[in-house]
């Protein structure tokens, strides 16, 4: 099955990081023993790339805009959750 969100991910490492900290963020949620550092490696890994990818001044693409809204994701999932607080 081709999307284009997979498509665009797997040309951005930003957003590509992103997508697979949601993932494992889900997994994570759902697997009684989860633990935060099992999917943290992967969300810290695309904040990083976003971070050095504006502080470089790079184009912003639709991929940009993709991460930082994945991202954003994660954070409001983290917060309904109440994951940070277990």
Do not use: C, W
């Not at 184009?59 to 109440?82: G, H, K, P, S």
Request: no cysteine.
């Amino acid at each position: 099955m081709k999307t284009t969100f997979i498509e665009t991910a797997l040309q951005n490492d930003a957003l590509l990081y992103a997508l697979v900290g949601f993932s494992a963020f889900q997994y994570t949620i759902h697997n009684p023993h989860g633990k935060m550092q099992d999917f943290l490696q992967y969300y810290n890994k695309a904040v990083t790339l976003l971070l050095k990818s504006l502080k470089k001044g790079e184009q912003r693409t639709n991929a940009t805009i993709l991460a930082i809204l994945q991202l954003a994701t994660i954070e409001v999932r983290m917060n309904t959750t109440n994951f940070l607080q277990s």
